[in-house]
């Protein structure tokens, strides 16, 4: 299958879709119903934010002094999400500990504050990050979002830059929407209205309830008219959290304008059929990216979004987009090794 490659490499992988799954809409719906993974012994705890909310963590115990993970979840994703268990399964084989950070109002913890999450929000991620770090003072990190998660985590990445711990040795983000705007209009059409839908359902419930603590948060009119996930962003994300407008959210929080910044060892895993973001933005993503040689952009022609199935039969289906994951985290260790990074 055609890839197109760039930045710093750690050996050539394959991945062919599964032919069991034509088409990128069934890469994408696969996992939600479908993917399996061991149970795992995960404890769940609840932090309070410096503005008094709740932010539930969701982990699994490694090895003492054993590198770490922490995850980023997608938009209205939680631990049930069908990529979190793969991600735990491949640390709990190495022996490493993993985290997913849970954001505002996805899990069992209330929403309190005068706010919810959205893309490009990084504070909450900075908090979690500076929870578990001080606890594991010792332990190397690795990084992944998936999805906004992708897009939260690679901005975060470029606002640090060089000031960025020391500690985190590489990070992953598996189809990441680097075009807020791009992505919303593209879901907005077709067969991807499905997911807008699933989407707005979901958000608009969450932001009615919100008006019953806060009724002059936004304007509930402008809420009951929204169709469409850009509507939502337009009636409540954007005045919510202090943008002028929907686009001016999109423009802010693209994560395609922090690429440059970045200075960890990053990979970007995307699918040019993904039904979340045009291959326009995809590419200008990619031209972007080549100009940072920290991060390898690997796209495949096919693998929906966060899909990425392959394997000669639905009973032995096979997930790349966690696999080639860990193998960037683990060419990052043997790095860090190399150059003496004593832990």
């Known amino acids: 299958m055609p890839v197109r490659r760039s930045?710093?490499?750690d050996g050539e992988h394959r991945y062919r879709a599964a032919w069991w799954l034509p088409g990128a809409h069934a890469q994408t719906i696969w996992g939600r119903y479908a993917k399996r993974y061991p149970r795992l012994s995960i404890s769940t705890e609840c932090h309070t934010t410096p503005d008094g909310d709740n932010l539930e963590i969701h982990s699994i115990a490694g090895d003492a002094d054993a590198p770490r993970v922490l995850?980023?979840?997608g938009l209205e994703g939680s631990v049930r999400s069908h990529y979190v268990g793969?991600?735990?399964?491949?640390?709990h084989q190495r022996g490493w500990g993993a985290s997913l950070l849970v954001h505002r109002g996805c899990g069992s913890?209330?929403?309190?504050?005068?706010?919810f999450y959205h893309s490009?929000?990084?504070t909450d991620l900075a908090f979690a990050f500076s929870v578990l770090a001080a606890r594991s003072p010792s332990s190397r990190?690795?990084?992944a979002g998936v999805s906004l998660g992708g897009n939260m985590l690679l901005k975060w990445l470029g606002e640090r830059g060089k000031d960025i711990d020391s500690r985190i040795c590489?990070?992953?983000a598996v189809s990441a929407p680097f075009d807020l705007e791009a992505g919303a209009h593209e879901i907005s059409r077709g067969f991807a209205r499905v997911y807008d839908r699933r989407f707005l359902t979901s958000l608009r419930r969450k932001a009615l309830a919100k008006l019953v603590r806060y009724p002059d948060l936004f304007d509930r009119e402008k809420l009951a008219r929204a169709t469409s996930v850009i509507e939502f962003d337009d009636a409540v994300t954007a005045p919510?959290?202090?943008f002028a407008s929907a686009h001016d959210y999109y423009v802010r929080s693209s994560s395609v304008h922090f690429l440059t910044d970045i200075r960890v060892p990053t990979l970007l895993l995307s699918a040019r059929d993904d039904p979340f973001l045009p291959a326009a933005a995809l590419d200008t993503a990619a031209r972007v990216a080549a100009g940072n040689p920290v991060i390898t952009t690997e796209v495949h022609d096919h693998g929906g979004h966060v899909g990425f199935v392959s394997g000669a039969f639905p009973w032995t289906a096979a997930y790349y987009a966690e696999a080639r994951a860990y193998r960037f985290f683990d060419a990052a260790m043997e790095r860090a090794q190399k150059r003496g990074y004593d832990s």
Request: hydrophobic share 50%.
């Open 86 to 91: 793969g991600v735990f399964s491949h640390a």
């Open 109 to 115: 913890a209330p929403n309190l504050a005068r706010r």
């Open 141 to 143: 990190w690795l990084l």
């Open 170 to 172: 590489a990070a992953a």
């Open 120 to 122: 490009g929000e990084t």
């Open 240 to 242: 919510v959290h202090g």
């Open 71 to 73: 995850l980023l979840h």
């Open 7 to 9: 930045g710093v490499g």
